[in-house]
């Protein structure tokens, strides 16, 4: 009996953990911010949230969209990988056309954005920032 009641442990924790893992991987993803470049919107080891669909599916380990079916609005705080392949949380200040988009930090002073590498392709966003803790 000891020997069904473990394995029955194992497999719910086992399991527990695939979709927790999936759900990272394909939804949803926990990030912790670095730098002031946000400041004072975002600082410096906060705990970002970030949805992976909001403006579509991107599958892990590749480069492009599959399916994309919203863009960033001005505004949104989206994380992205920079043309250097640098991962970045900015504010998106407009879409262009051209399938490509500019990223500001708040900090103006103190940020690494869009003014120093230009606009940069849709296809290099992971996700939108939807909770800040």
């Not at 975002?42 to 969209?65: D, E, Q, T």
């Not at 970045?88 to 500001?104: D, E, T, W």
Request: some cysteine; aromatic content about 10%; overall charge positive.
């Amino acid at each position: 009996m000891r020997k069904k009641e473990s394995a029955a442990v194992i497999s719910a924790i086992l399991s527990a953990l695939s979709v927790a893992f999936i759900l990272k991987l394909f939804f949803f993803d926990f990030m912790i911010a670095e730098g002031e470049s946000m400041s004072p919107a975002i600082r410096s080891g906060r705990v970002l949230v970030v949805n992976r669909l909001a403006y579509g599916f991107r599958p892990p380990l590749r480069n492009a969209y599959l399916c994309r079916w919203a863009q960033p609005d001005e505004g949104n705080i989206i994380v992205f990988y920079t043309p250097s392949g640098d991962l970045a949380v900015k504010r998106c200040a407009g879409v262009l056309s051209g399938g490509r988009f500019v990223a500001l930090g708040d900090n103006s002073l103190g940020s690494y954005d869009s003014r120093a590498y230009g606009p940069v392709p849709l296809d290099n966003i992971v996700g939108r920032v939807v909770g800040i803790k």
